[in-house]
């Protein structure tokens, strides 16, 4: 009987052991604390503390929580982080502006093409395109619209608003600028050459696909007509008439022109991304380069009515002195310092596209504003 008992005790014991066993394993036990914990040992004496008896409380098996709510999370789930990562920033950059014989201008953001009163801003038409990343616009003899894309050349109907003409087939899609010849005819630079247009077909007349400099990034006409080009290697001058090549300057520090203007007196003003030149253009020769904009990454240059010089940069907005290159304003209040397009004389306004948005500008004011419905909303 007394060896029945003792094996039944032996059993038990042996099952509380297992079970606190597996919690350990598990992690569901906490252990004592080794420090608070003395193991019995039968050799020492009476005063050894009385060692401690292993018992499983099931209180200690329920977990318990912090009164406190637990910290916020720092990434989103899964499905939320392929919610965000699918939604596309807006883009407010305003990359042209070209003023019609309306009186009215035509502002090309890569949200759409838009027409506005510059007397008042009011929006006048919304034009729908299949490709909003704009980079050019022109307006040829007859009033029609001419829009450069990233995806080829629109003609766009001022009357109707809607696209009457298209080009896929120049030298590269990627339509990088555009201007009216004296004769009437349209020249497009895209990343690949160039080519000149009949702006009644909108098609090809003649192309130069081995351009000097390859991109034809900016455009200008000199006191002659002829055509400048600004490449990635330097100016090159192209005879309307025929397309030939009459002179290229390949020697300009900086090497990319990325935008032209020629002044009322006749001179070439070639933008770089470190350097704003002044070219003679009948010998070539450069004639100053504008000491102020050394190190800058001029965008945009735009000859006003009294006769200063507007100069759009990569980190502001400047009005020269033609003559001697003298900062006369440096305008703050812009959207972004990132200017890429300027129009002045509009409306009585300056009007200035950048890369967050669209700004005017009038006589004696100190700062810029923002044209709201252009501009990234202010939070």
């Known amino acids: 009987m007394k060896e029945t008992v003792s094996k039944t005790n032996a059993i038990a014991v042996c099952k509380r052991s297992g079970i606190a066993i597996s919690y350990i394993l598990l992690g569901l036990l906490a252990l004592p604390s080794l420090d608070t914990v003395v193991l019995a040992n039968p050799t020492e004496n009476n005063h050894t503390?009385?060692?401690?008896?292993?018992?499983?409380?099931?209180?200690?098996?329920?977990?318990?929580?912090?009164?406190?709510?637990?910290?916020?999370?720092?990434?989103?789930?899964?499905?939320?982080?392929?919610?965000?990562?699918?939604?596309?920033?807006?883009?407010?950059?305003?990359?042209?502006l070209q003023a019609d014989y309306?009186?009215?201008?035509?502002?090309?953001?890569?949200?759409?093409?838009?027409?506005?009163?510059?007397?008042?801003?009011?929006?006048?038409?919304?034009?729908?395109?299949?490709?909003?990343?704009i980079a050019a616009l022109a307006q040829d003899k007859v009033g029609r619209l001419w829009v450069g894309t990233y995806e080829g050349l629109k003609r766009v109907d001022p009357h109707s608003n809607e696209i009457t003409a298209q080009n896929l087939f120049l030298p590269s899609k990627r339509v990088l600028s555009l201007l009216v010849d004296k004769r009437g005819y349209l020249w497009v630079g895209t990343d690949n050459g160039l080519s000149l247009i009949s702006p009644d077909q909108?098609?090809?007349?003649?192309?130069?696909?081995?351009?000097?400099?390859?991109?034809?990034?900016?455009?200008?006409?000199d006191v002659e007509g002829q055509l400048w080009v600004g490449t990635l290697d330097g100016v090159v001058r192209v005879n309307t008439a025929n397309a030939f090549i009459m002179k290229r300057i390949d020697n300009l520090p900086g090497t990319t022109v990325q935008a032209l203007a020629t002044s009322p007196d006749g001179l070439i003003w070639a933008g770089m991304p470190n350097n704003l030149l002044v070219i003679n253009p009948k010998t070539g020769a450069i004639l100053r380069s504008v000491t102020?904009?050394?190190?800058?990454?001029?965008?945009?240059?735009?000859?006003?009515?009294?006769?200063?010089?507007?100069?759009?940069?990569?980190?502001?907005?400047?009005?020269?002195?033609?003559?001697?290159?003298?900062?006369l304003d440096e305008v703050p209040g812009l959207p972004s310092s990132r200017v890429l397009a300027l129009a002045p004389d509009v409306g009585?306004?300056?009007?200035?596209?950048?890369?967050?948005?669209?700004?005017w500008l009038m006589p004696k004011m100190t700062t810029a504003k923002p044209h709201l419905a252009f501009t990234r909303a202010v939070k």
Not at 55 to 79: F, H, I, K
Not at 307 to 317: A, E, F, I, K, R
Not at 348 to 359: H, V
């Open 292 to 327: 102020r904009l050394r190190g800058r990454d001029v965008k945009s240059i735009r000859f006003a009515k009294d006769g200063s010089v507007w100069v759009g940069t990569n980190n502001g907005l400047l009005r020269l002195n033609p003559n001697t290159g003298a900062v």
């Open 49 to 96: 503390p009385t060692p401690k008896i292993l018992n499983v409380d099931p209180s200690e098996l329920t977990p318990s929580y912090p009164a406190s709510a637990p910290p916020g999370r720092v990434d989103p789930l899964p499905d939320d982080r392929n919610l965000i990562e699918n939604v596309q920033e807006t883009d407010y950059r305003v990359s042209a």
């Open 202 to 221: 909108g098609l090809i007349m003649t192309t130069l696909k081995n351009l000097p400099g390859v991109s034809a990034n900016a455009l200008t006409l």
């Open 102 to 133: 309306t009186g009215n201008l035509w502002v090309a953001s890569w949200r759409g093409l838009s027409r506005i009163d510059p007397n008042t801003g009011k929006i006048l038409a919304r034009v729908s395109l299949p490709n909003i990343a």
């Open 348 to 359: 009585n306004k300056l009007w200035i596209g950048t890369t967050e948005g669209l700004a």
